[in-house]
Each structure stands twice: as structure tokens, then as C-alpha cells.
């Protein structure tokens, strides 16, 4: 069997230094794109991996996993990562956070670089545009959250259900005018299904429909919600509850009291400022625990990817006094 290849043997092969070698490895600055290119192609060709003892000198762990969250302000991600980091620790992991911003190009980076440092797994939160033959060659190794993809294990929201029981108790408290702000259709979750579950309902309860898809901040929610409030209007659903903050200030500044509010959410910020507002709870810590869980069991081999549901249920009125 042959000897295995160090740093120094890839250096030499690509005819740069010890320490250019380690900073592709590491990703860090002061490589050109053409070097680090030519060093990732020679450890490409001789299936280089860093020793363990390797990484260890450089401070890594030999068991890391990382978490891709699209923006590290989301409080919903931030809800589910704070379920996953206990059973990383439990089970000896590392994990490391990563930031995608929505961007495809981002998330290959981000990959490209952790197939580099042969990282555990990966928890990646999914959004409408990332390039799913790229995320392929980590089927056994990857769970994608709030998005399914085929061949890949993924833990969704019930999108579809928790707009349903949002409708469903606000027809049985009364409300025939029911208004609704959403997301574009380009986001497939969270602006097309719950935008469809709206209209669905409207169809059910035959109530006449009437929305905005302006997208998901609290800005969209403050700035579009003047266009969708008829004067038969009696209450409001929304998307994500930063468009219901954003369309509770403007109601707020407007002095209109009447409009009953509600939205898929259920944050701690949302309770704590306007508890009088209706919400759904996705079930973002449970998503958390079920993502930490099945990539633990897909790393030791004990599962295989599957999708999971995370159903969606009405949060307890908070009583105040």
C-alpha cells in the first residue's frame, strides 16, 4: 500500500509552499483563485485527506458538523439551532455556523470548502434557487431544513396546515373578510404553498379572497398592508410574523383597532410585543431536534435520508394580569 500523502507531498506537486497548501485548506486569505484552484485540483487527483493528527495541530475537531442558516438574525433559524447545538455536544460534535445570505453561489462556496476540510455533515437551510446537483454528492451526509429535495433527507413546516388552522379559527370567530400577506411566488414554501393554503380556505369557507405577496420583512408587511384592507376587511393573515409586526405598526399609527391579526410564527418577540395576535407554532425547535437527529444517524449509519413533517399547531392565547 502506498505511503500516505502530507501536506509537504502536495506542496511539492503543486509547486507551492507548506503554508499555501494549509491556507486553501483553511480557506483563509492571501491565495490567489488561480493557486488555490491548482492546489485543490492536485488534492482532487491524489484523494488527499489531512491526517488526523493534521487536524488536530490546526485546533479542529475530528468530529465537526456545520450549520448553514441563511441569515444569522433569523429568529425562526436561530429557534431551530438552539435545539440542535445540545445534541452536537451530546454526541461529541463540533458544530460550526455558516451564513448563506440566499445566495446558490454562496452555499457551493461553503461546500466546496467543507468537502475540502472533510467535515461530518451538514444541516443547511434551504431556500427557492439553491442548485440541488450540488448538493447530491452529500446524500448521506446533509439534511436540508424548511426545503425538500429528492434523495436528500430534509425536515419541512407543514406550510400547507398551519395557514389552514389560522383560516379555520378565525372563520369559527366570526371573520367572512379575511385578508392575506404573503411572499412571491419564486419562494416556494413559504410564499407559494401558503399563499394556496390562503386561497384553498378562501374556496372552502367561500370567503372572498383578497392578497399581497410583497415577501417576508416586517418593512413588506408595514408598507403593503394598506392595499390589501378593504372596508369589509375584519381580520388579516400573514406569512411570517415579521409581516405581521411590520402591519401591526401601521395599524397601530393608523388607529384602527377592529383588524384582527394572525400569522405562522409564533417567535418569542412576536408573543412578547403583540400577544393579541394569532399565530401558529411551525414547530421550529422541534425542526431543530429532528435535523441534529436524523444527521447524526445518517453519519453513523443508522438511517437513511427521509423527509420529515413537522406538523404545525394553534400557540396557546397568552392571558395577561
Known amino acids: 500500500m502506498p505511503e500516505r500523502l502530507t ?10 509552499g507548506k503554508s499555501t497548501v494549509s491556507r486553501v485548506l483553511n480557506n483563509e486569505s492571501g491565495v490567489s483563485e488561480k493557486t488555490r484552484e491548482r492546489v485543490e485540483a492536485v488534492m482532487h487527483q491524489q484523494g488527499f485527506s489531512p491526517s488526523r493528527s493534521a487536524r488536530a495541530m490546526r485546533g479542529q475537531s475530528d468530529k465537526v458538523v456545520a450549520i448553514i442558516v441563511t441569515r444569522l438574525d433569523s429568529l425562526s433559524e436561530n429557534l431551530a439551532v ?23 453561489e454562496r452555499v457551493e462556496e461553503h461546500l466546496r470548502v467543507m468537502r475540502l476540510r472533510h467535515i461530518d455533515g451538514i444541516v443547511l437551510f434551504g431556500f427557492t434557487g439553491i442548485n440541488e446537483s450540488v448538493l447530491a454528492g452529500w446524500r448521506d451526509s446533509l439534511v436540508l431544513l424548511a426545503r425538500d429535495a429528492p434523495g436528500l433527507a430534509s425536515v419541512c413546516y ?12 378565525l372563520y369559527q370567530q366570526g371573520h367572512r373578510h379575511i385578508s392575506f400577506l404573503g411572499a412571491p411566488h419564486s419562494d416556494t414554501t413559504t410564499g407559494l404553498r401558503r399563499h394556496q ?5 378562501c374556496e372552502h369557507y367561500q370567503i372572498p379572497p383578497c392578497a399581497a405577496l410583497p415577501g417576508l420583512g416586517m418593512q413588506q408587511g ?7 384592507l ?42 412578547f410585543l403583540h400577544p393579541e395576535i394569532i399565530t401558529v407554532d411551525p414547530g421550529y425547535n422541534e425542526a431543530g431536534r429532528q435535523a ?18 413537522i406538523t404545525a399547531r394553534l400557540a396557546p392565547p397568552i392571558t395577561t394580569g
Open 292 to 309: 441534529a437527529r436524523q444527521l447524526i444517524d445518517q453519519i453513523n449509519h443508522q438511517q437513511s435520508p427521509r423527509q420529515i413533517v
Open 7 to 16: 501536506i509537504k507531498d502536495i506542496a511539492r506537486l503543486s509547486g507551492v
Open 222 to 228: 408595514y408598507d403593503y398592508i394598506a392595499g390589501v
Open 82 to 104: 438552539q435545539t440542535m447545538l445540545p445534541l452536537f455536544y451530546e454526541q461529541g460534535y463540533d458544530p460550526i455556523m455558516l451564513e448563506s445570505q440566499f445566495s446558490p
Open 197 to 201: 393554503a390562503y386561497l384553498d380556505s
Open 230 to 271: 378593504t372596508p369589509a376587511t375584519t381580520a388579516l393573515v400573514c406569512a411570517t410574523d415579521m409581516l405581521a409586526i411590520g402591519a401591526s405598526k401601521y395599524l397601530q399609527e393608523q388607529h384602527i383597532t377592529h383588524l384582527q391579526l394572525a400569522s405562522v410564527g409564533n417567535t418569542p418577540l412576536v408573543r
Open 158 to 169: 407543514d406550510d400547507n396546515g398551519a395557514i389552514a388552522l389560522l383560516m379555520q379559527q
